[in-house]
């Protein structure tokens, strides 16, 4: 019973996390080099 029990959490928690992972809205979409962020002149990250 424990088996049964420990076998179908781990698979429906590993269900839910790939649900979770393809209904994210970024899944499909690749950004363009005019998508990414350039830092600002003259600030220097730390």
Same mark, same amino acid.
């Given at each position: 019973?424990?088996?049964?029990?420990?076998?179908?959490? $781990? =698979? @429906?928690?590993?269900?839910?996390?790939?649900?979770? !992972?393809? *209904? *994210?809205?970024? !899944? &499909?979409? /690749? %950004? $363009?080099? =005019? &998508?990414?962020? *350039? %830092? /600002?002149? @003259?600030? *220097? @990250?730390?």
């Amino acid at each position: 019973m424990i088996d049964n029990f420990a076998l179908a959490i $781990s =698979h @429906g928690l590993m269900m839910l996390a790939a649900w979770l !992972l393809l *209904r *994210r809205d970024d !899944l &499909d979409k /690749e %950004p $363009s080099r =005019h &998508d990414v962020a *350039r %830092p /600002e002149k @003259g600030k *220097r @990250g730390a």
